[in-house]
């Protein structure tokens, strides 16, 4: 039920650290906890820095990480309540484990400009979302060349999730994948193998649309489909101390 008292509402900033070229988490993540101010009284805005990237190629993503402290330092400067990455596969094609080195960088630079800001990174939410639905096996499906899929599937396994299937749609061009129509998910997901999956991760790029197609593949599936916007939102959620719900988003939010 909506409350109508806006007196009691709690404003909180979210802070995005945003690829040059990523047009949707700056709609899915805002859509989302609009959708929960719906139900409960908390209120959000919503604030970005972006870091330069067109192309989604190990170089180009090497060099944007290198952009992310300046990032931080900017949204600390806006005393958000907490800032995470928006972008996934930057962080996991760095190496195993390293949205903890991510995460550590982004406290001390938040503490060196006098923020007390929360911090996270896509990449380790997917991860936190995972475990929180209890998934020990799934499928999923990335825009990325085939050799960056890999590298994400080998990521997630060596999180203690093993990977069953993958599709790769082999996008290079970042604005390309956020242009594509989230529906077409819902056939394209057929092809996965899901049988014996806790779990599936209908867009594990931040950049592919997902959100409409969320609670319906999940219905058609019979299984928790999520993805990684989905996953962010749940540990932010998490770290505010916020009852983690939001409907029509699938079980993670349910």
């Given at each position: 039920?909506?409350?109508?008292?806006?007196?009691?509402?709690?404003?909180?900033?979210?802070?995005?650290?945003?690829?040059?070229?990523?047009?949707?988490?700056?709609?899915?993540?805002?859509?989302?906890?609009?959708?929960?101010?719906?139900?409960?009284?908390?209120?959000?805005?919503?604030?970005?820095?972006?870091?330069?990237?067109?192309?989604?190629?190990?170089?180009?993503?090497?060099?944007?990480?290198?952009?992310?402290?300046?990032?931080?330092?900017?949204?600390?400067?806006?005393?958000?309540?907490?800032?995470?990455?928006?972008?996934?596969?930057?962080?996991?094609?760095?190496?195993?484990?390293?949205?903890r080195q991510v995460e550590e960088d982004?406290?001390?630079?938040?503490?060196?400009?006098?923020?007390?800001?929360?911090?996270?990174?896509?990449?380790?939410?997917?991860?936190?979302?995972?475990?929180?639905?209890?998934?020990?096996?799934?499928?999923?499906?990335?825009?990325?060349?085939?050799?960056?899929?890999?590298?994400?599937?080998?990521?997630?396994?060596?999180?203690?999730?093993?990977?069953?299937?993958?599709?790769?749609?082999?996008?290079?061009?970042?604005?390309?994948?956020?242009?594509?129509?989230?529906?077409?998910?819902?056939d394209e997901v057929k092809r996965l193998?899901?049988?014996?999956?806790?779990?599936?991760?209908?867009?594990?790029?931040?950049?592919?649309?997902?959100?409409?197609?969320?609670?319906?593949?999940?219905?058609?599936?019979?299984?928790?489909?999520?993805?990684?916007?989905?996953?962010?939102?749940?540990?932010?959620?998490?770290?505010?101390?916020?009852?983690?719900?939001?409907?029509?988003?699938?079980?993670?939010?349910?």
């Amino acid at each position: 039920m909506a409350n109508p008292d806006h007196r009691l509402s709690r404003l909180l900033r979210i802070g995005q650290i945003v690829p040059s070229s990523n047009t949707t988490m700056e709609t899915e993540i805002p859509a989302m906890l609009r959708a929960r101010e719906q139900h409960f009284p908390e209120r959000f805005t919503f604030h970005s820095s972006r870091m330069r990237m067109q192309k989604v190629s190990a170089e180009e993503l090497a060099a944007m990480n290198k952009e992310g402290l300046r990032c931080a330092a900017e949204l600390a400067d806006a005393r958000v309540d907490l800032m995470s990455t928006a972008c996934l596969v930057a962080i996991m094609a760095q190496g195993l484990g390293y949205h903890r080195q991510v995460e550590e960088d982004f406290k001390r630079v938040a503490a060196e400009n006098g923020a007390r800001s929360k911090v996270m990174t896509s990449a380790g939410a997917l991860i936190y979302g995972l475990k929180k639905l209890g998934a020990k096996k799934i499928s999923l499906m990335a825009p990325y060349m085939r050799p960056l899929t890999d590298k994400v599937a080998a990521y997630i396994e060596n999180e203690g999730i093993e990977v069953l299937d993958r599709i790769s749609f082999e996008i290079p061009d970042n604005l390309e994948v956020g242009r594509r129509d989230p529906m077409r998910l819902l056939d394209e997901v057929k092809r996965l193998k899901i049988a014996n999956a806790d779990a599936v991760v209908l867009s594990v790029c931040v950049q592919l649309q997902s959100l409409p197609a969320i609670q319906a593949a999940e219905k058609m599936l019979g299984v928790p489909v999520t993805s990684t916007s989905v996953c962010t939102v749940r540990n932010m959620l998490d770290l505010l101390e916020l009852e983690p719900r939001v409907p029509n988003c699938g079980a993670l939010l349910a």
